[in-house]
């Protein structure tokens, strides 16, 4: 999820889980928890959180023998983006849901490659 709305926002109701739903159909799902960002060092800049902190937590749940997609819901998208071009191996796939996106560019190539060239 975003930095700003915590992980229940995926899990609003029980009939309505996204996690459920993804569960009931074989993945097994981890969520992020960003916690309190307050006072916490490894979010003082975008560099630290993507390169630091998410690539630790990625690594550590990443399955070796399974194929790993990554689900970036708003800002959290626009994070797995980001994260995307610092590590672009280290999922098959990724869902961006409700990601804040420019759609009108008019741009070619593959993601890594656009993001890059912005940064």
């Known amino acids: 999820p975003s930095l700003i709305n915590g992980w229940e926002i995926l899990d609003l109701?029980?009939?309505?889980?996204?996690?459920?739903?993804?569960?009931?159909?074989?993945?097994?799902?981890?969520i992020i928890d960003w916690?309190?960002?307050?006072?916490?060092?490894?979010?003082k800049s975008l560099t630290a959180l993507l390169d630091q902190k998410l690539h630790r937590t990625v690594t550590h749940i990443l399955h070796p023998d399974l194929p790993n997609f990554a689900l970036g819901y708003c800002m959290g998208g626009v994070l797995l983006a980001g994260?995307?071009?610092?590590h672009p191996h280290h999922f098959h796939g990724?869902?961006?849901?409700?990601?804040?996106?420019d759609f009108s560019q008019k741009s070619t190539g593959?993601?890594?490659?656009?993001?890059?060239?912005?940064a």
């Open 94 to 101: 990724h869902v961006y849901v409700a990601t804040p996106w």
């Open 35 to 43: 916690g309190d960002l307050r006072g916490d060092e490894d979010y």
């Open 110 to 118: 593959d993601l890594s490659g656009i993001l890059t060239g912005w």
């Open 83 to 86: 994260y995307e071009t610092l």
């Open 13 to 30: 109701l029980p009939e309505r889980s996204l996690t459920q739903f993804l569960t009931d159909h074989g993945c097994e799902v981890m």
